[in-house]
């Protein structure tokens, strides 16, 4: 029974280290541009409906919150199918390894989202430009395993995050084109990355 164990322990190694060496095709163009037209149609929609965003930072905070969950959820889909299609049998290695990357900051930005609003709601205003920082820090994880011009993606979301950061220290005001505007460039820059960089192989999705 242990040989049985350790043989499975080491298909599964195997099995990682390729994965970690094999470019991720897991990420869809299609549903990363949604996820920036998603962040438009929320910035929009908070102008319109929300009229001080600073004086109810709970509402803003669950707007971009529902509006992160249904991005997850869309390119989750997605790179579901995509890596059944494109990696076959490493597909469970492959979105494993694409998590362990993207993830961490993930749970940073929500963690310091929860953090700011119950222990420092007056600093709450930092808040979209250190979730582009995180987001750089994500990308940028990710290149190893994604088109190396993934970085100009990265990039973006580094220098946006401290032009929102400098913007918003002027008034300590949230804003919703502060957050909108950044991702959905950002995604849309991303979506165009990969798209190109895939070719005709992936005119299908």
């Known amino acids: 029974m242990r040989d049985l164990d350790k043989a499975l322990a080491d298909i599964m190694a195997i099995r990682s280290q390729i994965a970690a060496g094999t470019a991720f095709r897991g990420y869809g163009p299609a549903a990363i541009a949604a996820t920036g037209g998603v962040a438009l149609l929320t910035a929009v929609l908070q102008y319109l409906w929300l009229d001080d965003p600073t004086a109810n930072p709970l509402a803003f905070l669950l707007g971009w919150a529902f509006a992160a969950a249904v ?81 100009l993606a990265g990039a973006w979301y580094f220098v946006a995050g401290f032009v929102v950061l400098v913007l918003a220290s002027q008034s300590h005001a949230l804003s919703p084109w502060t957050m909108g505007l950044p991702f959905a460039i950002g995604q849309w820059l991303m979506a165009a990355i990969i798209y190109f960089a895939s070719g005709e192989t992936d005119v299908e999705d």
């Open 71 to 151: 991005s997850a959820l869309m390119i989750w889909f997605e790179m579901q199918a995509r890596s059944r299609r494109h990696h076959s049998g490493l597909a469970d290695a492959m979105i494993h390894q694409a998590l362990e990357q993207f993830l961490p900051s993930g749970i940073a930005g929500v963690l310091l989202a929860v953090v700011l609003w119950k222990f420092a709601p007056e600093t709450l205003w930092t808040l979209p430009g250190l979730w582009q920082l995180l987001v750089s820090l994500g990308v940028f994880a990710s290149v190893r395993s994604l088109p190396r011009s993934v970085a």
